[in-house]
């Protein structure tokens, strides 16, 4: 069982920046690809991006330039950073990390941003 542990959502303005982790309980999965996704109010859950291995990092159009996924130092972490962020970036955030035949999701958190 891999439990999967976000932090770092918040509120912010236009413009600003946030920075969410998730965080892996058990083996060295550094190797293994991990997604985030988001969820807006009323709305399906979308893929953001996902990185696989030490760096190789893909974002969906509608972050790409403005969202960065990268690997932590910790242990099977992995970091979304978000800036430039829009009102329309406002959504409950997950990551995902599928393993074994299963998809394992983090707790989801929020982030909203403001005009």
């Known amino acids: 069982q891999v439990q999967l542990v976000e932090s770092g959502g918040g509120s912010v303005q236009t413009g600003g920046s946030l920075r969410l982790s998730c965080v892996a309980s058990?083996?060295?999965?550094?190797?293994?690809?991990i997604y985030w996704f988001r969820q807006p109010p009323g709305k399906q859950r979308r893929l953001v991006g996902s990185?696989?291995?030490?760096?190789?990092?893909g974002y969906s159009e509608a972050v790409s330039g403005r969202f960065t996924i990268s690997r932590g130092h910790a242990k099977n972490s992995v970091y979304l950073q978000m800036d430039s962020l829009k009102p329309e970036d406002t959504a409950v955030y997950y990551c995902?990390?599928?393993?074994?035949?299963?998809?394992?999701w983090g707790q989801g958190i929020q982030v909203t941003v403001s005009s």
């Open positions: 995902k990390f599928p393993l074994g035949g299963q998809d394992y």
């Open positions: 058990g083996s060295d999965y550094s190797a293994n690809v």
């Open positions: 990185i696989i291995g030490a760096d190789a990092a």
